[in-house]
C-alpha cells in the first residue's frame, strides 16, 4: 500500500474531496505525480473517490444552509467538478420550491437584522431594499426571484 493511497484514505476519511481538490492535497503533502495518479486510479476503482457522488452531497449541504444554486455552482467549480457534472448535481438535488422557501426563510431572516440595526423605517428606504437584494444575491440566489421575493418581503413590511 502506497503512502499517497493511505495519505489519501486520510484525507477521504475527515472529508469526502472532489478529485481536484485530493490531488492538490496530496501534491501538497509533496507525493510525486506518479504515486498520485496510481492512488487516484485506485481510489476510483474501489469506489472510494466518486465526484458526481460528491456533487450530489455538496450541493444537498449547502442548499440545506441557505445557499443558492449559483453560488453552489462556483464553489463546486472552484472545488475542480466539471460544469457538466456540477449542473447534473443541481438539477438532481435543488427542488425550486425549497429554494424559493429558503430564500424567503434568508430574506425575512435579514430584514430582522436590519430592522434591528438601522430601524423598522429604514427598511421602507431604497438602500435598505438595495442591501436587501445584494445580500441575497450575494448568496448564490437568482436575481429575478430574489427580487421577486423583495419585492413581496417590502409590500408585507407596508401592510
Excluded at 430582522?112 to 438602500?127: F, M, W
Aim: net charge positive.
Amino acid at each position: 500500500m502506497s503512502d499517497a493511497y493511505v495519505a489519501a484514505l486520510r484525507i477521504l476519511n475527515y472529508r469526502f474531496n472532489s478529485e481536484a481538490e485530493l490531488r492538490r492535497k496530496l501534491r501538497g503533502k509533496k507525493f510525486e505525480k506518479d504515486d498520485i495518479d496510481a492512488a487516484i486510479a485506485r481510489l476510483h476503482r474501489e469506489k472510494w473517490l466518486d465526484d458526481e457522488r460528491f456533487a450530489g452531497a455538496f450541493v444537498r449541504t449547502r442548499a440545506n444552509k441557505r445557499v443558492g444554486k449559483l453560488r453552489i455552482r462556483r464553489e463546486l467549480q472552484a472545488a475542480g467538478v466539471s460544469d457538466s457534472t456540477a449542473e447534473q448535481a443541481i438539477a438532481e438535488n435543488v427542488d425550486p420550491e425549497r429554494e424559493l422557501e429558503s430564500l424567503e426563510a434568508l430574506c425575512a431572516s435579514r430584514v430582522r437584522v436590519l430592522a434591528r440595526r438601522h430601524g423598522a423605517d429604514y427598511l421602507e428606504s431604497e438602500e435598505a431594499h438595495a442591501k436587501l437584494t445584494a445580500y441575497l444575491i450575494g448568496h448564490g440566489y437568482d436575481s429575478a426571484l430574489v427580487r421577486e421575493v423583495v419585492k413581496n418581503a417590502a409590500r408585507g413590511l407596508a401592510e
